[in-house]
């Protein structure tokens, strides 16, 4: 398996296909890269769905506003994960979410129309992405699990004993919005472990 300083892009792809580094450089140019200030969106609820991102630095969340406009949290991406409403995109429709910056970010973004050709080019990353949305899947599964099987004290600290680098980075408000918790109830159960 190759490894590479040159670019972390280079490094996740051949955890799972072959690239060498002469072709990564094709590759790379069926992206660009886009930096978002923290707070800043990457894609907006009711606009067209025409871009996947991978994170290259940073934190960000993929959301909806709920009738009573409360956000609610449904994935977040941190390096080496791709974001985006993947239903939305496949379809070329307008999405339902917004994507955005919890931390100061770097992704790379394909189009929906260089993301084609891009499959087309180099047959070996649809194998690539059909591991990573095998993975994607299953995790959004074993997510809904927890939900239906787990009391919300216990996905509380499931979740932040399995993801770590989140519950380090994310605001608690944003890990209560995901795992479908009040802020209030997250601060109430800290506080009860710590004493």
């Known amino acids: 398996m190759k490894k590479s300083s040159a670019h972390p892009f280079f490094d996740h792809l051949n955890q799972f296909v072959t690239i060498s580094e002469k072709e990564f450089e094709i590759i790379r140019s069926y992206f660009e890269t886009q930096n978002q200030k923290k707070k800043q969106l990457l894609m907006k609820a009711n606009s067209p769905c025409d ?17 009573k406009g409360t956000e609610r949290t449904v994935q977040f991406a941190l390096e080496n994960w791709w974001i985006t409403d993947f239903l939305a995109f496949q379809k070329q429709t307008n999405t339902h979410f917004f994507i955005q910056a919890i931390e100061n970010t770097v992704v790379l973004s394909v189009r929906y129309g260089e993301y084609e050709r891009l499959l ?3 047959p070996q990353l649809e ?22 099987d787990f009391s919300k004290e216990e996905i509380y600290f499931h979740f932040t004993e399995h993801f770590p680098e989140f519950a380090q980075r994310v605001p608690q408000y944003l890990i209560a919005s995901f795992l479908g918790l009040t802020p209030e109830y997250v601060s109430e159960i800290r506080a009860k472990k710590r004493s």
């Open 51 to 67: 871009q996947i991102y991978f994170v290259l630095k940073g934190c960000v969340h993929m959301y909806f506003l709920t009738e």
């Open 120 to 122: 087309h080019d180099f």
């Open 127 to 148: 194998r690539y992405f059909r591991i990573i949305f095998q993975i994607a899947y299953g995790s959004s599964i074993m997510k809904m699990k927890y939900l239906f």
